[in-house]
C-alpha cells in the first residue's frame, strides 16, 4: 500500500508532467530538508516549553521549534530505554519486530529497511553526527561520526566513517560543530538528513565547564514524590535500584572528578566542585537531608547539561536562519525517552510510568504547521519515520508500525487517530533491577502487568483521580468494567502488533548474544 502524497509533492510532480498550467517544465518537486536533533533521556520536565511547575530551566532555542511549530503533550516510547527507542526510531516498529529490546545485548540489525536509508535512496544527503548506540555500524549514512557505545562527555573518541577519532572538547559542542560542519560542505542542490543526536543529558550528568554554577547554587523545588514510599503499589515498584537515596554513585554525584579532562579543564572543574564537595563533607548529611542534597546536586549538573543542548539546538536554528534554509526545513527536537528527575524517588526510565513513557516533542515545519500550536494526541516515536517518509514525498512501507503525523502537523487530525498504546519493557535483572512489563495506556488509564520469576502483578492506575501514578487501582470492585475492557484492549493491540507469546531468547539482555562487528 501506497499512502497519499503531499499536495506540494503531487503538485511538482504534475507540474514536472507539464499538467498544470503555468508551471516550469520538468521542476524537481521541492523536498524539505529534516534536521533531527535528540538528545539522550531529556525529561520533558526539563524543557521549558513543557510548563514544569518546578520551572527547573529555561530553554529558549528548544522552546522556540514549538513557539514556531507544534509542541507534542503526549508522545510515548513503546520501550522507555536508550538503544531500543533508537532502533523504534529508525524503523518505526516494535522491539519486539526490530530485534533491539534491550541495552545489554542486543544489536541492531543494519540491513533492515529504516527511513535514513529510504531517503538516502530518495535522492536525500544522509548524515548521523553524535550518540548512535545501537552497537552494529550505522547503515543508510553518507557520513557517520559517532560516538562509541555510551561515550563521554569530555575529550571523546569518536568513530568517522569506520575509523577511529579522538577529540578534544565538551561532546555536545564537537556533536553540534560536526553536524555545522556537514551542513557546510553539503551539496546544496540536494536536500539532507541531518541527525544530529547528543549524549547529554544521560548519566552521569557532566555539565560543561562554562555551565558550572550556571544557576548560581539555586535551591531547587523537591518533587512531592522525592520521598515515595510505594505503598499502595506492588513489589515491581518497591524492589528496584534506580533511588536518588540509595543508587547514585560518587562519580553520579560528582564526589569524584571525571576520567579524562585535560589538567586545564581539571583545575575549573576543582575549582567549582571541591569547595562544595568540602562543605558537603564535613555537614555530615544523613537521612532525608542527604536526599535532598545528592536531588540538588543531581539537578544542577543535569540541567547543566540541558543547557548546553540548547545552546546547541539555537547554534543549529541559527545556521538554519542564516543560509536562508529554514523555510523549507522540517526541524525535530525530541529524546529517546522521559526520565525521573526526583518523582518517586528515582532518576533513570524504563517503567510505563508518566516520566519515563512520554518524551518531548516539538516539530517545526514552516507553511505546513501553525505556529504556536499543540496537540494532547496519543503519538510515539514509532510515528517518527512514517511522518518523515510522507513529508519527504516517499511512500510508507505497510509494515511500519507507526502512523504519519503529517495530519496532526497540519491541524488536520483525523477521527481514527490512535486512542491506545502498546509498551512494553524487557530488560532485568541489570541495571536498575526493574521487571520486565507491558501494558496499555490510553488518555486515562494504564493497565499493566508485571511478570518474571517472582513476579506476576498486574495494577490499574486512573490518570484522572491519581496523575502522579501511586494508588494501584485494579482491585477496586467498581474499577471491574474498566479492567475488562482494558484487558481485551490489551489483546487486541498484542495480536495487531504481533507480540510474541513468549518473551523472545535474550531479549531481558541476561543471556550472551553475538557481538561481533560491533562500534565500540
Ligand atoms: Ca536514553
Known amino acids: 500500500m501506497i499512502r497519499k502524497l503531499p499536495w506540494a509533492c503531487l503538485l511538482g510532480w504534475l507540474g514536472g508532467m507539464g499538467l498544470v498550467p503555468g508551471s516550469a517544465p520538468a521542476a524537481e518537486p521541492k523536498r524539505p530538508n529534516i534536521v533531527f536533533l535528540f538528545s539522550d533521556d531529556h525529561a520533558y520536565q526539563a524543557i521549558s516549553a513543557y510548563n514544569d511547575p518546578r520551572k527547573l530551566i529555561e530553554t529558549p532555542s528548544i522552546d522556540r521549534i514549538g513557539r514556531q511549530g507544534m509542541r507534542f503533550d503526549r508522545c510515548l516510547v513503546p520501550n522507555s530505554i536508550c538503544g531500543p527507542s533508537r532502533a523504534s526510531i529508525l524503523t518505526g516498529k516494535y522491539s519486539h519486530i526490530n530485534g533491539f529490546y534491550n541495552n545489554s545485548n542486543s544489536r541492531f540489525d543494519g540491513s533492515q529497511p529504516t527511513f535514513p536509508k529510504m531517503l538516502q535512496g530518495a535522492g536525500y544527503q544522509t548524515a548521523m553526527i553524535g550518540k548512535w548506540h545501537l552497537v552494529s555500524e550505522p547503515t543508510g549514512f553518507d557520513e557517520w561520526h559517532i560516538l562509541p557505545g555510551q561515550g563521554v562527555y569530555y575529550n571523546p573518541p569518536m568513530i568517522h566513517n569506520g575509523k577511529r577519532v579522538k577529540h578534544q572538547g565538551y561532546t555536545t559542542d564537537l556533536i553540534t560543530d560536526f553536524s555545522l560542519d556537514w551542513l557546510k560542505a553539503r551539496d546544496k542542490s540536494k536536500p539532507f538528513l541531518l541527525m544530529c543526536q547528543h549524549k547529554a543529558p544521560h548519566r ?112 543549529i536554528l541559527q545556521f538554519l536562519d542564516d543560509e536562508g534554509l529554514a523555510e523549507n526545513t522540517i526541524v525535530v527536537y525530541s529524546s529517546d525517552q522521559g526520565f525521573y528527575l526526583g518523582e518517586h524517588g528515582w532518576f533513570d526510565k524504563r517503567w510505563i510510568f508518566e516520566e519515563s513513557l512520554r518524551t518531548p516533542l516539538l516539530v517545526r515545519w514552516p507553511g505546513v504547521t501553525k505556529p504556536g500550536t499543540s496537540t494532547a494526541q496519543i503519538v510515539a516515536n514509532i510515528d517518527f519515520a512514517p511522518t518523515l517518509l510522507e513529508a519527504a514525498g516517499q511512500p510508507i512501507p505497510p509494515d511500519i508500525q507507526g502512523k504519519s503525523l503529517v495530519p496532526i502537523l497540519k491541524g488536520e487530525t483525523p477521527a481514527d487517530w490512535r486512542k491506545s498504546f502498546y509498551y512494553e519493557y524487557y530488560e532485568y535483572p541489570q541495571p536498575h533491577h526493574v521487571r520486565p512489563h507491558y501494558g496499555v495506556v490510553t488518555e486515562r488509564y494504564k493497565l499493566v502487568r508485571f511478570y518474571g520469576s517472582d513476579v506476576d502483578e498486574w495494577e490499574l492506575f486512573d490518570l484522572k483521580t491519581d496523575p502522579q501514578e501511586l494508588r494501584n487501582a485494579i482491585n477496586a470492585p467498581a474499577n471491574a468494567p474498566v479492567v475488562a475492557e482494558l484487558k481485551r484492549e490489551l489483546t487486541r493491540l498484542r495480536t495487531e502488533l504481533k507480540v510474541p507469546d513468549q518473551i523472545p531468547e535474550g531479549a531481558t539482555g541476561q543471556s550472551p548474544a553475538p557481538r561481533s562487528k560491533q562500534a565500540r
Open 204 to 315: 552521569d550528568w557532566e555539565p560543561p565547564l562554562r555551565h558550572l554554577g550556571h544557576n548560581g547554587d539555586r535551591v531547587y523545588p523537591e518533587p512531592s514524590t522525592l520521598f515515595d514510599n510505594y505503598e499502595g503499589r506492588g513489589k515491581a515498584e518497591s524492589d528496584q535500584q534506580m533511588t536518588i537515596a540509595e543508587t547514585m554513585t560518587p562519580g553520579d554525584l560528582k564526589l569524584v572528578p571525571p576520567n579524562g579532562l585535560t589538567s586545564e579543564q581539571k583545575k575549573t572543574w576543582d575549582a567549582y566542585y571541591e569547595p562544595r564537595n568540602a562543605a558537603f563533607r564535613s555537614a555530615k548529611l544523613e537521612g532525608p537531608d542527604l536526599v535532598r542534597w545528592k536531588y540538588q546536586r543531581y539537578m544542577h549538573d543535569y540541567l547543566g547539561c540541558v543547557k548546553a543542548v540548547d545552546d546547541s539546538v539555537g547554534r
